[in-house]
């Protein structure tokens, strides 16, 4: 569960001003009739998930756990954002596991693929790939790579049960391949775009694969979708939060830092940077999302933050219950003075220091700070998460009068590096 | 080698018109006269080097390499920032060695060191901490638990060897313990900065227990110092890259995004955050520092730089010659249609994608890019970096008449949590 609290905005503002406003645009969000409305099918989807594919997916998962060391997640954007945030949030850093899930096809970096070659040898491996399209270049690249080591080792036939593809239904250059070679595939929605994805099979099966609770998961999102359905400002703290973003925007706030206190939360900032930045960044328009993970940062950007230029305002993404603690042990010789911290908790000491920074950027700095507050780091609350910041990005981006469906930008370096690469047709 | 290319910044200047301000700002540097001017031991330091010194942190480093697989660095901010990037530029993402190097000392997550404990277990283990007052919370917290670990396996006359610290000559809390326990030890100079103190003891020996040539690293700051020593600006690139990004700053870029294309240079944009950051990001002023690793983020905030906000100016690290490469292969299938590629290097196709996106960045979108083109991501190119980048930061922030050497906001967070912590005498 999410708790939304904005005492620290340092704004004079009442809901209901906003509440006439807020309606309509919750209706045509509701209604389908805002702009890139084709691409609202993550509305239904919560209520609409089918027995049979959560059932594949378990199962399918479930083998690829079964016969391999090494499970090679095959995707960029959207295709491995919210996978990403989600194993590393629930999972932790450094955890131990029979499987494990490495990140690719997100880079044309020969460093990182020459190295996961590397990596991966001697080891059992699998893929999944995901492309909407089978298109994206990236991707296809480290496909192709992974699949002839694979098809390599394994053979031909010994192959087909490691390899997974996540695509389009019937479109697309994935579907010719799944069809001559017989891989098992899920499928990509069309009317859910990559930055929603995570809620699809794109996101499902590599957090199964992970060892996450995938029902858990649908199960918050659903009862995320039920709460933030309330056209009522008062009463929809996603629509809360999306308003008082673009008041402190429209005030001269141009970048949203996300923060957090641990790294196991560093990638949803990088997934929240996808959802919104891609989202609102158009016309000329948008709030640059930006990131830091505390008390880390405190002593890199810190010092910006709290008295540099006032350009920005905090998201604060704080996770109450851990994944690990430990008390700080007592040392009798106590050469560091740190006995003063003998016996409290870890975590209760990490909170502290995110307690006194609030404070400190917030009062003397002057920094509006929004907190989400999230109950604890699982499946349940990361669906929950979610699916908050997916109706709170609908709202702010129309609030933006922008399409938050779209990403037209993106096709103008790609058409430029197609012709630079000599693919034909360009 | 550095090499500057200033032909996509859309801007119309001459340098001619900057000589004498740059000339001035040069000589308050030299003379010693700018603010904060006490801490500018980072000036001589590249032709000071004892070699008695960096014969003990070689002899350090290879009995640590010798005795350990897991060699923990203990430090935060500065303390970090420089080896981590320097680690990951010139060693890269999965590489294989005897020894493997974690940071920790760098946050208070019970996560992550509990998971550190764990993953620690069965494993020969010794740590670095470097802390120059030994008061650093976070650092303190982490040593302790960790010496107490490393105590506790070899016991109080086995762990000497293990546990070497860097700090201040005499002062602070951590020589009493060296003293008693018989700790090797090094020493931060009193005056460079966190900021600057990768050139010091604080990078060396995680560098040198890396496996990193220190020898090179230091020519290469050297070769760095002689070069960037040039008054005349149409001579001096890091004086250029400072004054250009101040002209940016003023025409209303009030973000500098650092863009890599491998996630190998991430880090660096770590470590540039702070240099940057807290040197500037005070007085209410300063160029907010961001980050992107393309064409990962591309597929994130690709968007938001191509088509959002007119707020940020982009400056690219491009190293040319990377660490690994290969052939893209070759499909007689061609399910994938990527056969246009086959034979290609990888390199070339990521090198591809880094001028394409500059082009449709820069003639499209309309955002000004700096790029500064590196030759290696090797040891000598990575102290030729450091250097360029400290004196472009000492002008930068005396051009924006800023105290680039000292950080009083990140007193303030401080102060407040030992309040909440119950810190005797707060």
């Known amino acids: 569960m999410i708790k939304l609290d904005l005492s620290y905005t340092g704004l004079d503002y009442n809901f209901q001003d906003y509440s006439e406003k807020i309606k309509k645009i919750n209706r045509d969000i509701v209604e389908k009739k805002g702009k890139g409305s084709e691409f609202t099918g993550w509305l239904e989807l919560p209520f609409n998930y089918q027995d049979e594919e959560i059932k594949k997916i378990k199962e399918v998962a479930s083998r690829l756990r079964k016969i391999s060391d090494v499970v090679l997640i095959c995707g960029i954007g959207g295709s491995y954002l919210g996978a990403k945030a989600a194993i590393d949030m629930i999972k932790g850093n450094y955890y131990q596991d029979d499987v494990e899930v490495i990140f690719c096809g997100n880079t044309f970096s020969s460093n990182e693929i020459v190295r996961i070659l590397k990596y991966i040898e001697g080891k059992e491996v699998s893929i999944n790939c995901i492309s909407k399209s089978g298109q994206t270049t990236e991707t296809s690249l480290a496909f192709r790579v992974f699949r002839q080591y694979i098809e390599n080792k394994y053979g031909k036939d010994g192959s087909v049960e490691r390899i997974v593809i996540t695509t389009d239904e019937k479109k697309g250059l994935l579907r010719p391949l799944i069809a001559k070679k017989g891989y098992d595939s899920f499928v990509i929605p069309d009317d859910i775009g990559g930055r929603f994805s995570v809620i699809t099979a794109v996101g ?76 609102e960044g158009k016309d000329g328009k948008g709030i640059l999302p930006t990131s830091v993970t505390n008390s880390t940062d405190l002593h890199s950007m810190g010092q910006f933050v709290q008295e540099g230029s006032k350009i920005l305002f905090e998201t604060i993404i704080n996770v109450e219950e851990p994944l690990e603690d430990m008390e700080f042990p007592n040392d009798s010789e106590n050469f560091d003075e740190m006995n003063y911290l003998s016996g409290k908790s870890l975590n209760w000491i990490n909170k502290q220091a995110y307690l006194a920074t609030l404070a400190a950027h917030y009062e003397i700095g002057k920094v509006p700070n929004i907190i989400i507050n999230i109950d604890k780091a699982d499946a349940y609350n990361f669906g929950y998460m979610v699916y908050f910041f997916f109706k709170a990005l609908a709202m702010s981006a129309y609030i933006l009068d922008v399409n938050p469906f779209d990403q037209p930008g993106v096709e103008i370096y790609k058409a430029n590096m197609y012709k630079r690469l000599g693919k034909p047709g360009y």
């Open 204 to 279: 499902l099966l590599p957090m199964a694969i992970a060892g996450i609770d995938i029902d858990e998961f649908i199960k918050g999102i659903k009862d995320s979708a039920i709460n933030y359905s309330n056209e009522d400002i008062l009463k929809n703290e996603a629509y809360q939060y999306a308003l008082i973003r673009n008041i402190l925007h429209k005030k001269g706030y141009v970048s949203e830092m996300y923060v957090n206190y641990d790294f196991t939360l560093s990638s949803i900032s990088e997934w929240l940077k996808q959802l919104f930045g891609e989202s």
